[in-house]
């Protein structure tokens, strides 16, 4: 066993600390019983840091710290552009998105579909992304989240996921349950603060373990020289991993297409941005979730090519024993999910090894908390009240957000232990949700800025958008799935739109949307921020392309 009692005692001591406040800060004020927005909006009153903070707990989960890192043992710091290119998405949404979501008053992505084509569309994407949420998110979460503590604090042969799994979605439930959003977006200050600053731990330990002199200064020179090929941002055709990262086509194409959907139009990422006070404070917390953005890669990227030089063992590298084995599963395949939790497991000393599986539980928790409480926004906001009680009071709507809440963790604890066999957990998800996403996108994007697109064009684009990535995914076309992605959205706009011009040649949808390019004006603050950001992210691309 690889937990001492000092980091037990570390460890319960953050449970009991996070369930506590997510039940402080989400108590009933005298005189005021919790209301639908209260419930899944925080009561409209989310500042800029808690909504920044937020959006980066309910994004960095399992997938990404255990995902991600075993991805970059798989292939570098190329997987980083799912990071680096969700910091510019960020803008874009905060510029062009979000203005129309408030103005709108919003409590779902689907009631945006409803009020932009109908309610049919709503439903169909509605039933799309509960099973989403239920069956690929918080299904991986639950998985990845059991099969790390299962490495750090057991034996690390699997026979802790399902206790893993049973205590994750206990945790997260316990407060946010009660809560709803507001004691999930408060609480994800503090897990955004533990994560950065574990992962900042556990990627300065493996520095300076990884060669025998020790020194994190040593550690990085020592892995850009022995690593160099898992240092670049753009991969080579060739490259066993480019139908995972396709080249170039990673910055003109396909991840476009996943970064818009997750960060524009994914619920449980979008649901903290509508909770704020006032449009601008929204889009100065996606400004600092940005920021936040750039430096993601350094912890979750790095200590994965930290694992895979220490599996390697090149000439200079510290030899850890059983570190080969450590990777290597029963058939002789290599397991990268493996490597951040032996990181932690192996080279995190007593009491700072609690503080890490603590931030690394946050993340886990918090994401789990995020996913649950917009799965049953949608399905209380979206199909329980138009469908099965068009008059039920604010009670029942709260009530049912926290049965339909709890429906949704046991279903996906109950197919999480199905995911054992996938190798890299972070790509089945994004391959996963990419079949999925295009088409919604597609439909969302061309309503907000067409104003010709009919709902006869839309639900008939959301509805083909499905078989046609389905076929864009068979063997003998050869397309990596993110061009799969990128074809899949183009060929549903031109689905939507021909059926659209058909019946609709001439004039604009009736339930089109106006707008003024004063809606589109945004402060010095965001501005700002927006051109730092950009010129950052050139820099980092020039130097790692």
């Known amino acids: 066993m690889n937990f001492s009692t000092v980091d037990y005692i570390v460890f319960t001591v953050y449970i009991i600390g996070i369930v506590s406040l997510g039940l402080y800060v989400s108590r009933e004020k005298k005189g005021h019983e919790k209301d639908s927005q209260d419930y899944f909006l925080a009561g409209k009153s989310l500042t ?68 932009r084509y109908n309610t049919t569309l709503k439903t169909i994407l509605a039933v799309f992304w509960i099973f989403l949420f239920v069956f690929v998110n918080l299904t991986s979460v639950l998985f990845l989240g059991a099969k790390a503590l299962d490495t750090i604090m057991g034996a690390g042969d699997g026979s802790m996921i399902i206790y893993g799994i049973i205590g994750l979605g206990f945790i997260a439930i316990a407060y946010s349950l009660y809560g709803g959003l507001s004691a999930v977006a408060w609480t994800d200050v503090i897990q955004v603060i533990l994560l950065v600053l574990g992962g900042i731990i556990t990627t300065v330990i493996a520095l300076d373990y990884v060669t025998p002199e020790g020194g994190i200064i040593n550690g990085i020179s020592h892995i850009y020289e022995t690593a160099g090929d898992k240092f670049h941002m753009i991969l080579e055709k060739g490259h066993p991993e480019f139908d995972n990262l396709p080249g170039i086509a990673v910055l003109i194409g396909g991840m476009w297409i996943a970064n818009l959907y997750y960060w524009g139009f994914n619920q449980y990422i979008i649901q903290r941005t509508l909770a704020a006070k006032s449009l601008g404070e929204a889009q100065k917390g996606i400004a600092f979730a940005a920021f936040l953005k750039l430096i993601i890669p350094l912890i979750v990227v790095v200590p994965g090519i930290v694992a895979f030089v220490m599996y390697s063992q090149p000439d200079g590298t510290n030899i850890i024993a059983g570190a080969q084995d450590a990777f290597t599963k029963t058939d002789g395949s290599i397991n990268y999910d493996k490597a951040y939790p032996w990181l932690i497991s192996t080279f995190v000393p007593i009491g700072l090894k609690g503080v890490v599986v603590a931030a690394l539980t946050a993340a886990i928790v918090s994401s789990l908390a995020s996913m649950l409480n917009s799965t049953s926004t949608i399905f209380t906001m ?10 039920a009071d604010e009670k029942s709507l709260v009530k049912i957000g926290r049965i339909s809440a709890v429906a949704a963790l046991v279903v996906a604890g109950l197919t999480a232990p199905l ?44 509805i083909l958008s499905i078989p046609t990535a389905l076929i864009l995914k068979i063997e003998s076309l050869a397309l990596p799935w993110m061009d799969q992605m990128l074809y899949t959205f183009l060929i549903t706009i031109v689905i939507a739109g021909m059926i659209s011009l058909a019946s609709n040649e001439n004039s604009d949808d009736v339930k089109g949307f106006n707008f003024t390019s004063k809606l ?26």
């Open 48 to 115: 800029w840091w808690a909504i920044g903070a937020s959006l980066i707990a309910a994004n960095i989960s399992a997938e990404q710290i255990i995902g991600m890192s075993g991805s970059g043992f798989a292939i570098g710091l190329a997987i980083a552009s799912y990071e680096w290119m969700a910091a510019i998405t960020l803008i874009i949404v905060g510029k062009f998105f979000l203005p129309v979501f408030i103005e709108k008053k919003i409590y779902t992505i689907p009631e945006f579909i409803e009020k």
């Open 382 to 391: 979206d199909i329980y009240k138009p469908y099965i009680n068009k008059g």
């Open 419 to 462: 995911l054992k066999s996938i190798p890299q957990a972070f790509q089945y998800i994004q391959e996963y949700t990419g079949v999925v996403s295009p088409g919604i996108l597609a439909v969302s994007m061309i309503g907000l800025f067409w104003k010709k697109v009919t709902t006869r064009g839309a639900i008939w684009g959301a």
């Open 520 to 545: 589109f004006s945004t402060d010095k603050t965001f501005n700002i921020s927006a051109y730092v950001i950009c010129l950052v992210l050139a820099l980092l691309y020039t130097i790692f392309w």
